[in-house]
């Protein structure tokens, strides 16, 4: 029997509302027990000890927001690179867009994907299948066999469905087998071409932009056809105040719809675009320093449930163009600790709290038994230290690539081990 | 047959749908209908009861079973017969529907059953013409003698219908075989299930009286009778289900999913069936179960108690 035995830790567990010295049991890659009395006074009698010398271990991190390579553009970012950069970032699950190629919208490629993370992978990866077939915003894919190939959720990922009457159809269909269906909230004619948010600065830069309320008003479409069709769904990622204050609404009267934001959007505004800085070209855009804070607003509220990386590789060929040809996207699996643990030393959020946006929220959202410092759950863990100090370096990152809008940014705090099923993945103590 | 004198079978000169008819006449016409299925198994299969009326069986979709049986129940009965089919009929130069009507009425039928892609089309015809009108089925609203010829089948398996779990399975949002049934079988004291994906069924389904299920296996647990619809083949595609194998797997009627009904549970289909898409090959051609060709039987003698029964009104 494998066991691994953690003490003198700061136990923070969301879920349950424990933050506590304590320490915590490892047996065959589940939780076996967890406490502050455990291991307080002897020292256990277990093979392996880890002393964890006050710094907080926490349920692994879900990130419901990433984008690989696999299948079709592995030079880009592999499952097996991806989970290399998520486990240094303390994520030891990714839930993995199905924006592939091929598209994961067939039950054989739901099965390949577990399979080859399976094979390949450091962390969990839980796939989403499309929501319409090819990505196309026509037909629906096939929900009920997607469900039980393993799928746990279903998008068109960074793609939002234009036809109201085919996402009415698609979220009636997935009620029927209680689907989680993500969106996502951009009126693709609004946006069509852009690369910044409307406003005084993009005007300035010269640049395509688009209005943000494309984003708004998707939104409330998309939260009125769930009222429509009581379907369960949730926004992969929003950016702005406006979007913000409709889902609140909608949360108040009781409607079914769950949100997440970027890590990029609670730190960075349009300006950091400065001189064109491809890095920092995401979808949706950068906006405005208002929008920036109502998204901090919003997660210490709890309207915005989940923090995602929306992690987007890119290589150097897509990245190194003029701003409005350059590809969108940010890698984020390292960063997204960091970014989120900001809100604490601002004095924004508890650590606690931010950390529930991270575990406890994801699993209930996507229904993972992961997420939780609960016995018999996974011990998927992350051992962090909230305070530490340190730079981004594009350069070091763990994944292929490397277009990180951070790169050259100060945070404190980051993971300093993660264990997936109770297997160390990552040890930088 | 019963004497001219007895009270009318139906209350009214036209047979539009479920809607408007009592229990007392459900039973009525189903009793009446037994003798014609005695007379349809004998060897001379012929009456002259309506010799010398017009029938016309006017059909702007096609159809095989309902325009057949009408046609049979009309020529057993004595009347002449004219079919008239979309493709050749003027509707296709462009004429309304009122300007047909009119022109049909010219000719003075006796009975006219009519099939129309629209909802409330016979209706409207049994306004502006001067004979009856009998709802061979319009749009998804009202089929009536399916759903009677569905009652006469259940009745002479089960006795009655008080207290008959009946699931009606598929895609009950656009189908009228499921609206004339759910309104019949209510109506004589049956409980209904409707069981289909949140796409193929009504909005408010909830509201009709019945208890709705979004998944087979409890929708079929403890059902006496298993009503299959017709997928129609543009709604697989897609826009409803994503495919004729997800439906078949989650929908469609196989021996796995029917274990779940009540031992003995029977089932039904209006058909035309497509196989291994609402339903297995191996449920449909099983004798023991399948109710099926009764169906088409009943649906003959049915029609042929209708036709009596507004030929005694006609009188």
Not at chain 1, 328 to 336: F, M, N, Q, S
Request: overall charge neutral; glycine content about 8%.
């Amino acid at each position: 029997m494998k066991r691994i035995a953690f003490r003198n830790a700061r136990l923070i567990d969301p879920a349950s509302g424990l933050d506590v010295k304590g320490g915590l049991l490892v047996e065959n890659g589940r939780i076996a027990d967890v406490g502050p009395r455990l291991f307080n006074d002897a020292e256990p009698s277990d093979p392996e000890v880890i002393d964890c010398r006050g710094l907080v271990l926490a349920p692994g991190l879900i990130d419901c927001r990433v984008f690989t390579g696999e299948p079709g553009a592995e030079h880009r970012e592999s499952l097996e690179s991806a989970s290399n950069a998520a486990a240094v970032g303390g994520v030891t699950s990714m839930i993995v867009m199905p924006n592939t190629d091929p598209v994961i919208d067939e039950p054989s490629l739901v099965d390949f994907l577990l399979r080859r993370a399976q094979a390949t992978a450091k962390v969990r990866v839980l796939p989403c299948a499309a929501l319409t077939k090819g990505l196309a915003g026509e037909t629906m894919t096939e929900i009920g066999l997607l469900k039980e190939a393993g799928a746990v959720a279903f998008t068109d990922g960074d793609r939002s469905i234009a036809n109201a009457r085919v996402l009415r159809r698609a979220l009636a269909y997935a009620a029927t087998f209680d689907a989680l269906v993500i969106s996502h909230a951009e009126d693709p004619e609004l946006v069509k071409g852009a690369s910044a948010t409307e406003g005084e600065f993009a005007t300035r830069l010269g640049l395509p932009a688009s209005p943000a309320i494309a984003e708004a008003m998707m939104v409330e479409r998309d939260i009125r056809l769930v009222e429509l069709t009581g379907a369960r769904l949730h926004f992969g990622q929003i950016s702005t105040r406006a979007s913000l204050e409709i889902i609140a609404a909608a949360k108040a009267r009781g409607v079914n719809v769950t949100c997440g934001v970027a890590a990029h959007h609670l730190s960075l505004n349009e300006l950091d675009v400065g001189a064109y800085y491809t890095f920092r070209k995401v979808r949706p855009p950068l906006r405005s320093e208002a929008d920036r804070e109502a998204m901090v607003e919003g997660v210490a509220s709890g309207v915005i449930d989940v923090i995602v990386s929306s992690h987007e590789p890119q290589g150097a060929d897509t990245k190194r163009q003029p701003f409005a040809a350059a590809a969108a996207g940010t890698v984020g699996l390292e960063t997204l600790l960091p970014v989120a643990l900001s809100l604490v030393h601002n004095g924004q959020a508890s650590l606690p709290h931010i950390l529930k946006t991270l575990t406890e929220a994801p699993a209930r959202i996507f229904g993972l038994p992961a997420g939780r410092l609960a016995k018999g759950a996974p011990a998927d863990l992350v051992l962090l230290d909230e305070g530490e100090p340190f730079v981004v370096d594009a350069e070091k990152l763990h994944s292929r690539a490397r277009n990180t809008a951070f790169d050259g940014r100060k945070f404190q705090g980051r993971a300093r081990a993660t264990f997936v099923g109770g297997v160390k993945v990552f040890d930088a103590r | 047959m019963t004497s001219p004198d007895a009270a009318p079978i139906l209350p009214s000169k036209h047979l539009l749908g479920i809607e408007g008819l009592s229990p007392a006449n459900i039973v009525a016409l189903l009793d009446l209908a037994e003798t014609y299925v005695v007379q349809g198994r004998a060897t001379d299969k012929k009456t002259a009861l309506l010799r010398g009326r017009t029938l016309i069986n006017l059909f702007f979709e096609s159809s095989t079973r309902t325009q057949s049986s009408f046609e049979l129940a009309g020529k057993r009965l004595g009347a002449d017969v004219m079919n008239m089919s979309v493709k050749t009929s003027s509707v296709s130069k462009g004429e309304t529907l009122i300007d047909t009507a009119s022109t049909l009425n010219a000719m003075r039928p006796d009975i006219l059953v009519v099939r129309h892609q629209d909802a409330g089309a016979a209706e409207l015809l049994s306004r502006k013409l001067d004979c009856s009108v009998i709802n061979a089925g319009d749009g998804a609203h009202e089929h009536p003698t399916q759903a009677l010829l569905d009652a006469l089948t259940i009745r002479r398996h089960r006795g009655s219908f008080e207290g008959l779990v009946v699931a009606i399975c598929g895609d009950v949002l656009h189908s009228r075989v499921a609206r004339s049934n759910l309104r019949l079988l209510s109506m004589m004291g049956a409980r209904v299930r409707l069981v289909a994906p949140r796409t193929l069924l009504p909005c408010d389904a909830e509201r009709f009286g019945v208890e709705v299920y979004t998944d087979m296996a409890s929708g079929l647990a403890g059902a006496d009778i298993v009503m299959m619809l017709r997928l129609q083949l543009e709604r697989m595609a897609g826009a409803f289900v994503p495919s004729t194998r997800e439906y078949f797997r989650f929908y469609g009627l196989d021996r796995e999913k029917l274990n779940r009904a009540k031992p003995g549970a029977l089932v039904m289909h209006p058909g035309p069936m497509n196989r291994g898409v609402e339903i297995a090959s191996d449920i449909a051609d099983d004798v023991q179960v399948s109710l099926i060709a009764e169906q088409v039987e009943m649906g003959v003698a049915l029609r042929m108690a209708i036709l009596d029964a507004l030929a005694r009104g006609m009188a």
